[in-house]
């Protein structure tokens, strides 16, 4: 799956920090991938929880494969995954989500 978004690292400006950008968080040369609105505590927040998203995506990624992986081994020895299971599909939905892709 290819990804829709700007790759990242994405970080939070340096030198303007309700801003993200997918450069090496200074303005010289840096493409803004968004920017904040709000007091400067809530800009802040909200631009290292963006800068964070690529890496948040990834990682999810990582526990939708080793949950699956899980459920899978559960299932073969005739247990019922069904926590698990409702785990993977809230996992793979915050992936749709993310992505735009359909659950």
């Known amino acids: 799956m290819s990804a829709k978004h700007t790759?990242?690292?994405?970080?939070?400006?340096?030198?303007?920090?309700?801003q993200v950008c997918d450069c090496?968080?200074?303005?010289?040369?840096?493409?803004?991938?968004?920017?904040?609105?709000?007091?400067?505590?809530?800009?802040?927040?909200?631009?290292?929880?963006?800068?964070a998203a690529p890496d948040l995506l990834e990682a999810l990624r990582e526990v939708e494969k080793h949950?699956?992986?899980?459920?899978?081994?559960?299932?073969?020895?005739?247990?019922a995954a069904s926590k698990s299971s409702e785990r993977l599909a809230s996992v793979r939905a915050a992936i749709a989500k993310a992505t735009g892709d359909a659950a």
């Open 24 to 51: 090496d968080g200074t303005s010289r040369g840096c493409a803004p991938i968004a920017n904040m609105s709000g007091t400067p505590a809530e800009r802040k927040a909200n631009a290292r929880l963006i800068a």
């Open 7 to 18: 790759p990242g690292p994405w970080q939070v400006n340096s030198n303007f920090a309700s």
């Open 67 to 79: 949950l699956q992986s899980y459920v899978d081994a559960i299932e073969y020895g005739g247990g």
